[in-house]
């Protein structure tokens, strides 16, 4: 049986409401696959009663399983490689100049599995300029599900396939079984934390490097522009901001400055947008 | 650019070395390690990049990648291990002996393809969300 018209319209509105993820019509399928092994894991012959019994509960946890279901958590070591390099040869070494209470912070929203904020930690770890720095990486993401993955650090031989170089793959991680498990000294950089962007990032404190990539996709123009006027605010006057390959600030917050890195970008606030609290 | 690609399988060098023509490499063959010197022996130019299983007939990947080095005219040569053998000292004694990549079989074609990048031999391919 294929899912309700009623059960598709109550999973879009939960997923939307709690998460400002967009399932448009025709997503259907993609709810159905998604879902299917909750329906099947709860006892239930398919995903249509499965959704009108989660509609009924009220369960808190059993919408939040919905919820999580719904995220695309794909994501890579070094995506798209040029952030990287910006952040190598542009950002770090700029923080590492006018830094001079010698701390950097770092946040990773919407992180998923790790593989960006431990990217990040890769970086930082071989920037000789940023000797002797307290370096904070706060990684961040909507479901528990993905961050319990990032805090355990153990990955598939799959998943270090995906972008990992092999010297650093050696160098940070240890074999264990079938699996590679991320070495102490990095796990402990990275500090996991479950935050729903939709809600307030002030408790976070405030950054000098914002990755917030390939998560904007996924919501509406109004959301979007909300969370990059937060963002604004928990980033350092003078601080960067990394957006996915397929997302941009144009039209939906003009006080974000882009500037080209290699083949990807950064964002920057706008000098003439930049407060003058000191930083 | 071109690519030799050294395997004993037919298979496999027909995967990897159709990713490597889908990406933009002239794509040269070899079956074993010494097939394999025999080739670069016989090119004017050497090639940017070998990809080379481990385990071969005749000789194997190690001591291929080991003899490359030894030549100062195939310094410029990439060399990427692609084989199914996946323990720490393996991948440790690759490295060491001078291969600059490594990638565990099986693999798909974006990975194979984000190395490359990594290595600066492609443009950038964003991996789709
Ligand atoms: C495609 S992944 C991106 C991972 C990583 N940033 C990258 O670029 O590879 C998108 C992530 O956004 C998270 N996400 C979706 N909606 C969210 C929200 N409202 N608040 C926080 N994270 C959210 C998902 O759980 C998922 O892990």
Known sequence: MSLGAREFDFVRDLVRTESAIVLDAGKEYLVESRLLPLARAAGHPDVTSYVAEVALRRQPRSRTAVVEALTTNETSWFRDNDP??????????ALAETRTRRSIRIWCAACSTGQEPYSVAMTVLDSPLLAGFDVTIVATDLSEEVLAKGRRGE???????????????????????????????????VDFKQLNLLRPYTSLGRFDIVFMRNVLIYFDQATKQDILRRVRQVTAPDGYLFLGAAEMTRGLDDKWEREPAGRSALYRVREEDRSCVPW | ???????????????????????????????????????????????????????????????????????????????????????????????????????????????LRQKLAFLGLLPDVPVEA
């Not at chain 1, 170089?165 to 240890?174: I, K, M, Q, Y």
């Not at chain 2, 159709?18 to 097939?35: C, I, K």
């Not at chain 2, 990638?103 to 974006?110: C, H, I, N, V």
């Open chain 1, 84 to 93: 990287f390099t910006a952040l190598r040869t542009t950002v770090l070494p």
């Open chain 1, 155 to 189: 990955y598939s031989q799959l998943e270090v396939n995906r972008g990992l170089p092999a010297s650093l793959l050696v160098r940070h991680f240890t074999r264990e079984g079938l699996s590679w498990r991320i070495s102490p000294q990095l796990r402990s950089r």
């Open chain 2, 1 to 111: 650019m071109r690519a030799l690609v050294v395997d004993d399988s037919r298979a496999m060098r027909r995967i990897v070395g159709g990713v490597l023509a889908s990406s933009g490499f002239e794509v040269l063959q070899a079956g074993d390690g010494r097939e394999a010197l025999d080739v670069l022996e016989t090119q004017p130019e050497p090639p940017q990049l070998a990809c080379v299983d481990w385990n071969m007939p005749v000789m194997d990947g190690l001591t291929f990648i080991t003899r490359v080095r030894r030549r100062s005219e195939w310094r410029g040569i990439t060399l990427m291990m692609v084989t199914t053998e996946s323990e720490q000292e393996r991948i440790v004694r690759a490295l060491a002996a001078g291969a600059h990549e490594y990638l565990t079989k099986p693999f798909e074609a974006d990975d």
